[in-house]
C-alpha cells in the first residue's frame, strides 16, 4: 500500500505495453490519447507488488494522467475501488470512492464523494472526503465521518488513522449508537 501512488503510471504503463498483444486495445488505448498532454486509459487494472508480494490492486473505468512540470497528477473521475494485502495475500482493508487524485510529488492521494473505507476486522468509515499521505503513512480527513465497528455506530467530525484503518481516533466525537 506504500508508495501506490509513485508506481500506479508505471505500473499502468509496463502492464499497458507488456501485457497487451492485442491490437485492438492498443488503437483504443492511442484513441482516447488525443489530447496531448493528457495521458488517459479506460478500464483501468493496476496492480502494485513489492518485493514479489501482492501489495494492492485498484480498479478504475477511467485514468487521465496530467503531467505537469511541477507537479504531476493522476485523476480518476469516474470513481475507484481498491484492496490492498498483507504479505500471506490476504485483503487487509478495501477502499470506494466515486472520486480520486493522486499528487505524484508531495505523495498524497484524496479521495472524494462516497468514500467508504473497511479494514480487517470488519470496521467502516464513510466520509466525503478522506486524504492518504504516503510519506508519514497516514489517512485523514476534516470532513465527517461514520465508522461502524461490531458494538456502535460512530459520528464525528475529523478523523485520523495509521494508512491501514486500525489504529484511528476521531477528533470530534459527535455520537455514539450502541448496536447489539
Known sequence: M???AVYLFFLFSVLLVSCSKDAEKLKKVKS???NPGVERATDVVLTYT???FLKAKVISP???RYPQKTEPYMEMKKGVKGKFYNRSGKVESSLRANYAISYEVRKIIEVRNNVHVVNSIGEELETEK???DQRQEKIYTDNFIKIKTADEILYGTGFESDQNFTRYRIKNLQGTLSVK
Open 2 to 4: 506504500c508508495r501506490l
Open 50 to 52: 513489492d518485493s514479489g
Open 32 to 34: 482516447i490519447n488525443a
Open 62 to 64: 477511467l485514468m487521465e
Open 130 to 132: 478522506l486524504i492518504w
